[in-house]
């Protein structure tokens, strides 16, 4: 080491020195507010340092010791926070960025992704959705319907369906203009009834089986002291399958899907099946009517009175 480096090191070693004698008046604070009144106190102070210094194997010049004490007083050494305001806020909030910030880039993150993925994902699904509805009410529910009618006029045997299934097409077409989907879908959901129930084939077949009546009579609730007659039946297709068909129950007037119901008919009717069945058990005239391809209704072949019901 030259000699101009030991003589920068002396100022430097007193100046931590003095920093350290600050140190240890700024930790006995309730010993400065006593002593440093007057030449006599400070004097005091001073012997007193030197003890705390002397018992750590430290020798302090009283120059140094007094500089300290004059350092103090000064406020030298000392770090005066600067006052609150707006910079002083906007540093903490700086400093502290480590234990906020990735709670605050996360979050950024969600809202950016939350909103990028509605605006460029769920906005776009959405029109697309819009866009489809729209051009299958306006143009591919109108064209189905049509279709559909088509079939119905070159298919038909009875004026009765062309007639039903033109009402139903305008009537649908006016709701698809006018953008009324409910009532376009149940126009077009008519068409395509009327069209299957031109296409059915079947047989209309008496019931006679183990477990299974084949007829039943019942009193009407509105008139109990009247009595309807029924005999059961059920739709068999030329293949022998056994048919599920739309029956209204006039009972209650609601429409089910089933494979039996129950016809009304006279009590002659009832009587002359009885009579069949009880004979040898064997129902020998169990064909009571027929449906062909593009006929709406089943020709029946023996008297009926119109209604029919699907619980009993």
Avoid: C, H
């Avoid at 776009?124 to 959705?129: E, K, L, M």
């Avoid at 449906?291 to 209604?307: A, M, N, T």
């Amino acid at each position: 080491m030259s000699a101009d480096d030991k003589v920068d090191a002396a100022p430097l070693n007193e100046v931590m020195l003095a920093m350290d004698v600050v140190d240890t008046l700024r930790y006995r604070q309730d010993l400065v507010m006593r002593e440093i009144k007057g030449g006599e106190r400070k004097k005091n102070l001073v012997e007193r340092l030197r003890a705390v210094y002397r018992d750590q194997g430290i020798e302090v010049p009283d120059r140094i010791l007094l500089e300290g004490v004059a350092a103090l007083e000064e406020g030298r050494f000392v770090y005066d926070p600067p006052p609150a305001g707006l910079k002083r806020t906007l540093a903490q909030i700086y400093v502290s960025r480590a234990r906020w910030g990735k709670w605050v880039t996360g979050t950024g993150l969600a809202i950016i992704l939350s909103v990028s993925a509605y605006f460029f994902v769920y906005l776009p699904f959405r029109q697309g959705q819009i866009e489809t509805a729209r051009i299958e009410l306006a143009e591919i529910m109108p064209g189905q319907m049509q279709e559909i009618y088509q079939t119905i006029f070159e298919e038909t045997k009875v004026q009765a369906a062309v007639t039903e299934a033109r009402e139903l097409l305008q009537r649908g077409q006016n709701a698809a203009r006018e953008g009324d989907r409910a009532e376009a879908e149940k126009a077009l959901a008519g068409l395509r009834e009327i069209r299957d129930q031109l296409r059915a084939e079947y047989s209309l077949r008496i019931v006679n089986r183990d477990g299974v009546q084949s007829g039943f009579w019942t009193f009407p609730e509105i008139n109990r002291d009247a009595t309807n007659y029924y005999i059961v039946v059920e739709a068999v297709d030329k293949n022998g399958n056994i048919l599920k068909l739309p029956i209204t129950n006039e009972e209650t007037g609601q429409i089910e899907t089933v494979a039996l119901w129950g016809i009304r008919v006279p009590e002659f009717v009832y009587n002359s099946v009885g009579a069949d069945k009880r004979d040898d058990g064997i129902i020998q005239r169990n064909i009571i009517g027929q449906k062909e391809f593009g006929f709406l209704d089943v020709d029946y072949l023996i008297p009926v009175s119109g209604g029919a019901i699907t619980r009993w």
